[in-house]
């Protein structure tokens, strides 16, 4: 029962972790609480934005390019599609964040990307309404991964790489010796070389060093059924970040299985989780909350709900992700604190985790170093 490397968390950045240290020959056990893919964390919903245009922060765009050319790797490996290209669309005031930081991030690394003033996009994009001050940037390349089929298909590559998995099994305590790495489960107890933390909103039960770092919160997105169908077809509608005086919303055109119009506000009501109680069912309030940006901006969208669900962001407080070692012990590396923005990262994650764990003399990149926040 010894390995290499235990991974504690097998969501998005926990199966690409596993994958990646499976590929690099190591011997590496994954732990899942709940079942793989499963709907109680921060990586389903069925669709996630991936876009270069990045707005949040030039640096991230590096690792955007290796993210797409993983994705490519795992979804030719896993044999379905992970990946739909819609084209992707930042809008909102000409001068504001979302548009002014996509602009950043296609001049800095070259981007292909077309710059629309207000009338350009109602023309283009017949689902969307703006006012006269807001502008866009459309940038082609963009679209959305399938999180759960993601996920399976990086824990089903890991376990054929030869990485062991072990589902339904519940962290009571992990602690570090001298001999090793020690995690007790409520089925086993297992020990290893090394540790990669990546238990997303759960982090700081076990972590008490991520308690004020990776802060979980409330999210959800609701999918409505639009009066004009055709108007929001993926393959005439884009994902797109909306930055408006009601807050800042993403979505997504309808899929090909019939979800709808699927729509979210970053940071929702703002709504710590209490990981010790049940999460607050999606109600009224929820829905009021995002048919306010529907009838302002995607009035044709306006329809039935379908469906709403609840997630989890688990921010930081800088909204960067925190990728490192931790100091008090080297052979124990985390990923924490992705705050609604990470999944598309997930199989670069994985591989910069797998780095940490194997590679003493890897640094951390600065922009997600726990360093900055001393």
């Given at each position: 029962?010894?390995?290499?490397?235990?991974?504690?968390?097998?969501?998005?950045?926990?199966?690409?972790?596993?994958?990646?240290?499976?590929?690099?020959?190591?011997?590496?056990?994954?732990?899942?609480?709940?079942?793989?893919?499963?709907?109680?964390?921060?990586?389903?919903?069925?669709?996630?934005?991936?876009?270069?245009?990045?707005?949040?922060?030039?640096?991230?765009?590096?690792?955007?390019?290796?993210?797409?050319?993983?994705?490519?790797?795992?979804?030719?490996?896993?044999?379905?599609?992970?990946?739909?290209?819609?084209?992707?669309?930042?809008?909102?005031?000409?001068?504001?964040?979302?548009?002014?930081?996509?602009?950043?991030?296609?001049?800095?690394?070259?981007?292909?990307?077309?710059?629309?003033?207000?009338?350009?996009?109602?023309?283009?994009?017949?689902?969307?309404?703006?006012?006269?001050?807001?502008?866009?940037?459309?940038?082609?390349?963009?679209?959305?991964?399938?999180?759960?089929?993601?996920?399976?298909?990086?824990?089903?590559?890991?376990?054929?790489?030869?990485?062991?998995?072990?589902?339904?099994?519940?962290?009571?305590?992990?602690?570090?010796?001298?001999?090793?790495?020690?995690?007790?489960?409520?089925?086993?107890?297992?020990?290893?070389?090394?540790?990669?933390?990546?238990?997303?909103?759960?982090?700081?039960?076990?972590?008490?060093?991520?308690?004020?770092?990776?802060?979980?919160?409330?999210?959800?997105?609701?999918?409505?059924?639009?009066?004009?169908?055709?108007?929001?077809?993926?393959?005439?509608?884009?994902?797109?970040?909306?930055?408006?005086?009601?807050?800042?919303?993403?979505?997504?055109?309808?899929?090909?299985?019939g979800r709808g119009f699927k729509?979210?506000?970053?940071?929702?009501?703002?709504?710590?989780?209490?990981?010790?109680?049940?999460?607050?069912?999606?109600?009224?309030?929820?829905?009021?909350?995002?048919?306010?940006?529907?009838?302002?901006?995607?009035?044709?969208?306006?329809?039935?709900?379908?469906?709403?669900?609840?997630?989890?962001?688990?921010?930081?407080?800088?909204?960067?992700?925190?990728?490192?070692?931790?100091?008090?012990?080297?052979?124990?590396?985390?990923?924490?604190?992705?705050?609604?923005?990470?999944?598309?990262?997930?199989c670069v994650v994985g591989e910069?985790?797998?780095?940490?764990?194997?590679?003493?003399?890897?640094?951390?990149?600065?922009?997600?170093?726990?360093?900055?926040?001393?």
């Amino acid at each position: 029962m010894h390995f290499d490397h235990i991974v504690v968390g097998i969501g998005g950045m926990g199966s690409a972790a596993l994958r990646a240290l499976a590929l690099r020959g190591q011997r590496v056990l994954g732990i899942e609480q709940f079942k793989i893919a499963h709907d109680q964390g921060s990586s389903h919903g069925h669709s996630r934005i991936i876009r270069l245009a990045y707005n949040e922060h030039p640096d991230y765009v590096p690792l955007l390019r290796r993210a797409f050319g993983l994705w490519a790797e795992i979804q030719d490996e896993y044999g379905e599609r992970l990946f739909v290209q819609t084209g992707g669309l930042d809008v909102g005031p000409a001068a504001g964040r979302v548009v002014q930081g996509a602009l950043a991030a296609c001049k800095t690394h070259a981007l292909d990307h077309e710059c629309l003033e207000a009338g350009d996009i109602g023309r283009r994009f017949a689902g969307i309404r703006v006012p006269s001050d807001y502008a866009a940037v459309f940038h082609q390349e963009a679209g959305y991964l399938d999180p759960e089929a993601c996920i399976t298909a990086m824990a089903q590559s890991a376990v054929r790489h030869g990485a062991t998995l072990k589902e339904g099994e519940e962290i009571l305590s992990l602690s570090m010796h001298d001999q090793g790495c020690e995690v007790v489960t409520n089925r086993d107890r297992y020990t290893s070389d090394g540790l990669v933390f990546t238990a997303g909103a759960w982090s700081s039960r076990l972590l008490p060093r991520l308690k004020a770092l990776a802060i979980p919160e409330r999210q959800v997105v609701g999918w409505f059924d639009p009066a004009e169908p055709s108007a929001f077809g993926a393959d005439r509608f884009p994902v797109f970040i909306l930055d408006s005086h009601l807050g800042e919303y993403y979505g997504f055109p309808i899929d090909a299985r019939g979800r709808g119009f699927k729509i979210g506000r970053y940071h929702h009501l703002e709504e710590q989780v209490d990981l010790s109680a049940p999460m607050l069912e999606p109600g009224g309030a929820d829905e009021a909350l995002l048919r306010q940006a529907i009838s302002a901006y995607f009035p044709d969208a306006n329809g039935p709900l379908q469906r709403m669900q609840t997630c989890m962001f688990t921010n930081s407080p800088d909204g960067h992700f925190i990728i490192d070692r931790d100091p008090g012990d080297q052979r124990l590396a985390f990923g924490a604190g992705f705050s609604g923005h990470g999944f598309k990262f997930a199989c670069v994650v994985g591989e910069l985790l797998s780095e940490l764990a194997c590679e003493p003399e890897k640094n951390p990149l600065p922009l997600f170093s726990l360093a900055r926040f001393e």
